[in-house]
């Protein structure tokens, strides 16, 4: 499939240079209705943009693989057809099926087997392991593939089960477009040591490659009236490693914000002091990719009956630089109000320069930016479908 | 037998109609997956179910198990309910 559309958008000029001129960055953007990639020059402000690609594709997640620096993923799905993984290595020039996409094993006689609605989430594997990359499924799955994305094979210890089948429940347990097994996260010190999040089911932990996984929810809230104990009950939005202090986690919870610093297995709720009027409900959840004290959230609200759109009709991304202990806001260039949107938990996101830049999308299909970690923001498109996931890509030189 | 692709599959066939053989439904799909690879997983789950809102039909009929054998003079046409509001 070869699709090559460009324009231009620009936005306004830079609040301050960027102190430490970078590979360009690429905006990775996944939609209800196709990928777009937008190409950032080196002050981040102006964008290529190069797209759509899979018009008309469900994509749910978009990702390069930082290992090579070229070689794309799409989690795809199209109308009722069954869902595949599309593979680019040339920057989405050309893409190529999966031979083998994230499926779950054949029932045994008498059971009722289950079928992947689409994959939600894409993960690079360790940079010790080239080749391998992991996925999470809807219906809740965990898929791994050892040949770049070409054939994925199911973790059977997860998928299959009776404990983890309890702890993610049916499709009526889970988020309204089907529950998600999400945050796969691979410790960059040993490729053995992972986490994974479910909505619903809580968040898992193996230090065996992932023959085995044991749940890390101690400390998490849950919503009233449930067992806290049970895995059941609890559903992680986002869960953030801090790129450099691999043994601290964040989490955006569906009942609030949390920090958890290993070898603690017990979470610290983080999030109460951002105003209450606002409070800590959101899905998304970025991290400074060097300062670990570092992370950006955008509050939804979630009083009553959970809107889940920015509080007051007023959007801002909150910050925090002492790991939680006090937040600030950020909202200068976004609209002053009249402005309801959602950001979903794939949809924001930082790069790695200097200073960092922040990234996000609405499901009302805008994509909006910031080239100083978050002071000032500027619109890089409108008019997009729907918006599930913004990654941002160095790529290779 | 001849075999009319939905509009949404002709990104693998690159046309309307293929050429496929087999004896049952089943033979014919896996026939079309070795001349269009991944193709079948499109339609048919892997708990071995046509998906949601794909149709088979020979000769105006409904073919609803992939071990009905069919007719290699007939055409297959296969239907898919489109979605995307």
């Not at chain 1, 759109?309 to 801002?316: F, I, L, Q």
């Amino acid at each position: 499939m070869v699709q090559d559309t460009e324009q231009t958008a620009t936005a306004p000029a830079p609040a301050e240079e960027t102190s430490d001129p970078a590979q360009p960055v690429v905006l990775l953007v996944a939609t209800r209705k196709g990928a777009w990639l937008y190409h950032g020059d080196a002050a981040r402000f102006s964008w290529r943009v190069d797209g759509p690609h899979f018009l008309g594709h469900v994509i749910s997640h978009l990702q390069l693989d930082p290992r090579d620096g070229r070689t794309l993923l799409a989690a795809a799905k199209t109308g009722h057809l069954g869902p595949p993984i599309f593979r680019s290595t040339d920057l989405g020039r050309s893409w190529k099926e999966a031979a083998k996409p994230p499926a779950f094993a054949a029932a045994k006689p008498g059971e009722q087997g289950r079928t992947v609605d689409h994959s939600f989430w894409l993960t690079p594997g360790n940079a010790a392991e080239p080749g391998v990359w992991y996925a999470g499924t809807s219906p809740q799955g965990l898929f791994r593939s050892e040949d770049g994305g070409v054939s994925w094979a199911p973790f059977s210890c997860i998928n299959d089960d009776p404990q983890f089948r309890k702890w993610m429940g049916t499709v009526q347990d889970g988020t309204p477009d089907g529950p998600k097994l999400h945050s796969i996260i691979v410790d960059p010190r040993d490729a053995r040591h992972l986490y994974i999040a479910m909505s619903g089911g809580g968040v898992h932990e193996s230090t065996d490659g992932g023959k085995s996984f044991r749940p890390l929810i101690d400390g998490l809230d849950v919503v009233e009236g449930f067992d806290r104990s049970d895995a059941t009950f609890h559903d992680p939005h986002c869960v953030r490693m801090a790129p450099g202090r691999p043994d601290r986690l964040y989490q955006q919870n569906h009942c609030g914000i949390y920090r958890l610093d290993r070898p603690s297995t017990t979470w610290q709720r983080i999030g109460r002091n951002i105003p209450a009027e606002v409070g800590d409900i959101g899905f998304p959840l970025v991290l400074h990719p060097r300062d670990a004290n570092v992370a950006w959230v955008f509050p939804m609200d979630g009083s009553m009956v959970w809107p889940r759109t920015s509080p007051g009709g007023k959007p801002a991304v909150y910050a925090t630089h002492d790991a939680g202990e006090t937040w600030h806001r950020l909202d200068a260039g976004l609209p002053p109000g009249e402005a309801w949107w959602t950001v979903k938990r794939q949809a924001m996101t930082a790069d790695a320069q200097n200073p960092v830049g922040l990234y996000f999308g609405t499901t009302s299909g805008e994509l909006w930016g910031s080239a100083d970690e978050g002071r000032t923001w500027h619109c890089i498109a409108r008019h997009l479908p729907e918006i599930y996931a913004v990654e941002a890509a160095e790529l290779a030189a | 037998m001849k075999v009319l692709i939905p509009s949404a599959l002709r990104s693998y066939t690159e046309s309307g109609w293929a050429e496929a053989s087999g004896t049952t439904l089943a033979d014919v799909l896996a026939d079309l997956d070795r001349l269009y690879p991944g193709m079948r997983f499109r339609m048919i789950d892997e708990q071995n179910k046509i998906r949601r809102h794909i149709r088979f039909f020979v000769g105006g009929v409904q073919v609803r198990d992939l071990a009905q054998v069919l007719d290699p003079n007939a055409e297959l046409i296969i239907v898919q309910a489109l979605s995307g509001g």
